[in-house]
């Protein structure tokens, strides 16, 4: 297995997030990708750059035009109207607004593209969200060509609650999105993606919501309790032509791995069912008992656990690196999970 990893994705560094009524220190820092690819070292892993992509093709088989180039010039924005710092929402559009018309001004479209104020854009977000993106989508390429069987594509920041044109939830690009949509544009015909990050992913199930060859299986945080809040409950079955698939398993605060591995049992098996020939999964370890802002209780050995139960999917596999703020512990939990797929390709 061979893991893609681009040190442009330490240059976003968000001074601050605002959290529970304050600004603190960003939980989503550069110090999450050092200590994932200091334990993927370390396990003696391979570790490669991605490729270079000359153009935003990949990009905007996913994403709104519009709001490529808003991500890439918002901070020089927000720069050229004197003010200091990371760019932050504070106004959004109301329930029913047109999704035709996109502000002229800054905080406009600061507005109308986020959906949350967790999310700073500074002056390296656009080129460690476009590495992130690079990637996943080189993961993609090495996967789709034969190349390997497994793929680690150790992307910050995560991707999952970025939709086709809403960033939020630390997310701007959506990683695993992108690289699902090169593999089947390159030869895959049925995709399942499975998000276990804590947290639903709910930009991931919106952009292929409609799609009959993308099956979104997610376990996470009952969205009654946990964030994207709005999005993540199990009567959310897909629409139109993608009508069955997509499948979630809210879970309550607390979970320990008797019930969640009983859930990814279940997805699992939606998965088996749906008889994909490629699997993206979206890997967060924030459902570890450390996690300083989430509520699961899985451990080391739970992580082992789980990879093992993906793995015995047997399919050609990308992992894309989602969530995980236990500084201490994520390197270890991914390890873990990596470590069931490793082997002869
Ligand atoms: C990203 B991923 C806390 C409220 C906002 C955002 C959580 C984003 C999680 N400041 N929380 O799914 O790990
Ligand atoms: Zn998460």
């Given at each position: 297995?061979?893991?893609?990893?681009?040190?442009?994705?330490?240059?976003?560094?968000?001074?601050?997030?605002?959290?529970?009524?304050?600004?603190?220190?960003?939980?989503?820092?550069?110090?999450?990708?050092e200590?994932?690819?200091?334990?993927?070292?370390?396990?003696?892993?391979?570790?490669?750059?991605?490729?270079?992509?000359?153009?935003?093709?990949h990009?905007?088989?996913?994403?709104?035009?519009?709001?490529?180039?808003?991500?890439?010039?918002?901070?020089?924005?927000?720069?050229?109207?004197?003010?200091?710092?990371?760019?932050?929402?504070?106004?959004?559009?109301?329930?029913?607004?047109?999704?035709?018309?996109?502000?002229?001004?800054?905080?406009?479209?600061?507005?109308?593209?986020?959906?949350?104020?967790?999310?700073?854009?500074?002056?390296?977000?656009?080129?460690?969200?476009?590495?992130?993106?690079?990637?996943a989508?080189?993961?993609a390429q090495?996967?789709?060509?034969?190349?390997?069987?497994?793929?680690?594509?150790?992307?910050?920041?995560?991707?999952?609650?970025?939709?086709?044109?809403?960033?939020?939830?630390?997310?701007?690009?959506?990683?695993?999105?992108?690289?699902?949509?090169?593999?089947?544009?390159?030869?895959?015909?049925?995709?399942?993606?499975?998000?276990?990050?804590?947290?639903?992913?709910?930009?991931?199930?919106?952009?292929?919501y409609?799609?009959?060859?993308?099956?979104?299986?997610?376990?996470?945080?009952?969205?009654?309790?946990?964030?994207?809040?709005?999005?993540?409950?199990?009567?959310?079955?897909?629409?139109?032509?993608?009508?069955?698939?997509?499948?979630?398993?809210?879970?309550?605060?607390?979970?320990?791995?008797?019930?969640?591995s009983?859930?990814?049992?279940?997805?699992?098996?939606?998965?088996?069912?749906?008889?994909?020939?490629?699997?993206?999964?979206?890997?967060?370890?924030?459902?570890?008992?450390?996690?300083?802002?989430?509520?699961?209780?899985?451990?080391?050995?739970?992580?082992?656990?789980?990879?093992?139960?993906?793995?015995?999917?047997?399919?050609?596999?990308?992992?894309?690196?989602?969530?995980?703020?236990?500084?201490?512990?994520?390197?270890?939990?991914?390890?873990?999970?990596?470590?069931?797929?490793?082997?002869?390709?």
């Amino acid at each position: 297995m061979r893991t893609i990893y681009s040190p442009d994705q330490l240059l976003h560094a968000p001074r601050t997030e605002f959290h529970r009524g304050e600004l603190v220190p960003g939980f989503e820092c550069p110090q999450r990708a050092e200590n994932v690819l200091t334990a993927v070292r370390a396990a003696g892993l391979a570790i490669e750059a991605p490729a270079s992509f000359d153009d935003e093709q990949h990009l905007l088989r996913v994403h709104q035009p519009e709001f490529i180039e808003f991500l890439r010039t918002a901070h020089d924005q927000w720069l050229a109207l004197g003010r200091d710092g990371d760019a932050l929402p504070a106004t959004w559009p109301v329930r029913g607004a047109r999704p035709d018309r996109i502000p002229v001004e800054l905080d406009g479209k600061l507005g109308f593209f986020s959906c949350d104020m967790a999310t700073p854009i500074t002056a390296g977000t656009w080129r460690t969200t476009r590495a992130a993106a690079d990637t996943a989508t080189s993961g993609a390429q090495l996967l789709c060509t034969g190349v390997e069987k497994t793929v680690f594509a150790l992307c910050r920041p995560p991707g999952h609650h970025a939709s086709r044109n809403v960033y939020g939830g630390y997310c701007y690009l959506n990683n695993a999105a992108i690289a699902t949509q090169y593999l089947g544009d390159h030869g895959a015909s049925r995709i399942a993606i499975l998000d276990v990050d804590y947290h639903h992913g709910n930009g991931t199930q919106q952009i292929f919501y409609d799609r009959s060859d993308v099956l979104f299986a997610s376990i996470h945080a009952d969205p009654a309790t946990d964030y994207p809040y709005f999005l993540g409950h199990d009567d959310e079955t897909g629409i139109g032509e993608g009508t069955g698939c997509n499948v979630n398993f809210p879970l309550p605060r607390g979970t320990g791995w008797q019930s969640y591995s009983e859930a990814l049992d279940a997805a699992c098996q939606r998965i088996e069912d749906f008889a994909p020939d490629t699997l993206v999964l979206s890997l967060g370890v924030d459902t570890s008992e450390n996690d300083p802002i989430s509520a699961f209780r899985l451990n080391t050995e739970d992580y082992r656990g789980l990879g093992q139960r993906i793995a015995r999917l047997d399919l050609p596999t990308l992992i894309v690196l989602e969530g995980g703020y236990a500084l201490d512990d994520i390197g270890a939990h991914v390890v873990a999970v990596l470590g069931a797929f490793s082997g002869p390709g």
